[in-house]
């Protein structure tokens, strides 16, 4: 299974330098995969320890970067939910 | 029914063993198998007075000793026996339409049960959730105050109290706990990551049972981060209730996180069992089948968050809605009177009572899941397809709807 989808690979090399709302999955300490992914200039919005995940802002530049991380498993939009009554 | 006596339900075996003088009767409902056994039996039992006979059901009623209902246990015509039990009026009409109140009355009300409402918060000032709302925490920055309307009315279908109309719309389970993760803006919208943060925090809550009324497009094939989140909760041992969405009858349309495979994934139907044109079908994005059940999710009335006008207001306090939100908590809230009855009941152990019990619809599998969820039949662990009725409190009345004058008047009067 590859890391990122196609369809967001493709759009983070067409628009590099455009900002992405994304959530990456890690292996590894999650605190120090954070410090890292700052390290390199991505905003790292969230934590979450159920599932050793990220959600960041970054360019695409960037998220392309964090793709080439062996300790990143996978990276995926942010995509939106809505409420589900009307 | 006790695998013992299984002619006896519950609750009389409680009323039983509570009799200390063995001349003191019990009102009874006895089913026969026939009406051809019910005429048939006529003569005197020791213990025991014949009352009425109905004629729609070889139903008998009668007052009995202990000696009595044993007699009556021995009577190879006598199918099962119930007591007969006070009556009241109840909700709207889908708690009374899943036999949500038969558990009421077994003192099952959610009380000492943590429930997460992820959602657009609650309406603190509520009548219907006073001294339950544990804890809340806002994940969107504007405040875990409800400016939608949304989450509040889910909140009042899992455990909203009634306060506010003498009981009628009172939730599944209005003795809950509650824990309110506020996750989607005023606006009904949110990311996914703000979800999974309301995930995390109702996990570090302790809450045994997470609603999520909400969700993204489909299709989806339950490997993203959300639908692991939400595995990763059931893991710990929580029970998670989805929504299934309302992009139906299109099939394929199931979105995240409805499509987690170990989730308790909810389509929506009317009361008269109908599935709701809008409750999203299966099947998920790598063919599982989905929604796993259906509740009601049409024109429910629950409570109503201040200064919000979400579906149809009935009065200050109420409003109806519909959708797969409605159906879900519903779910959530049942979840939660099985827990106060069975404690240890694991999640996975809770969604398969849930659907084996459910009834089937004749609907297509994609539509229906295992079919509607029946709360006794749940609690009983009911599989045959014979559901033997038991006395059924009679509905209250729908209420009437008020116009939209009166809707106006009753706005304009809270907002002053």
Known sequence: MPKMPTSLRAACKDNPRDSFDLIVRVDGDLKLRGETMRGIGVNVRRQFKLTNTVSVRCTGEEALTLSRRPWVKSIEPDGPVKALGR | MQDDRPKLSRRLLRSMDSIEDPAAELPLIVRYSSRQRVMRHGGPMRGVRQG???????????????????????????????????????????????????????????????????????????????????????????????????????????????????????????????????????????????????????????????????????????????????????????????????????????????????????????????????????????????????????????????????????????????????????????????????????PLELKSRLMRTAIDLDQPANAQGAGRVDAWRAYTDETSDVVAPEPQPVPAPAPQNPGCLAILAALLARQE
């Open chain 2, 52 to 346: 009425y006979r109905y004629h729609l059901r070889p139903f008998v009623h009668m007052h009995a000793t202990v000696q009595g209902i044993a007699a009556l246990e021995a009577d190879p015509d006598v199918s099962l026996i119930y007591p007969d039990l006070p009556v009241q009026a109840y909700l709207d009409a889908s708690l009374p339409h899943i036999r949500v109140p038969m558990l009421w009355q077994e003192h099952l009300t959610g009380q000492g049960i943590r429930v997460a409402v992820v959602d657009t918060g609650i309406d603190f000032d509520h009548p219907d959730f006073a001294g339950r709302i544990i804890d809340a925490a806002d994940f969107t920055g504007a405040g875990p105050g409800d400016r939608h309307g949304h989450g509040t009315h889910c909140a009042g279908v899992v455990a909203g109290s009634g306060a506010m109309s003498d009981g009628h719309y009172r939730g599944v389970a209005p003795d809950a706990e509650l824990y309110i993760a506020k996750v989607l803006r005023a606006d009904g919208q949110g990311m996914m990551s703000d979800v999974m943060m309301g995930i995390e925090w109702a996990v570090d809550q302790g809450v045994q049972v997470i609603s999520l009324s909400l969700g993204g497009p489909g299709p989806c094939d339950g490997t993203d981060a959300l639908c692991e989140t939400c595995e990763a909760a059931l893991e710990r041992g929580i029970m998670v209730c989805v929504a299934a969405g309302n992009d139906g009858p299109t099939p394929y349309t199931v979105g995240s996180p409805g499509c987690a495979a170990g989730v308790l994934t909810i389509g929506a139907a009317s009361d008269l069992d109908r599935i709701a044109t809008f409750s999203s079908r299966g099947p998920t994005a790598d063919g599982r089948t989905k929604p796993d059940v259906v509740l009601p999710g049409v024109e429910i009335i629950a409570a109503r968050a201040a200064a919000t006008v979400m579906g149809t207001p009935i009065d200050d306090w109420y409003t109806a809605a519909s959708g797969t939100s409605m159906a879900t908590p519903h779910a959530a809230g049942l979840c939660a009177l099985l827990l106060q009855a069975e404690p240890d009941l694991t």
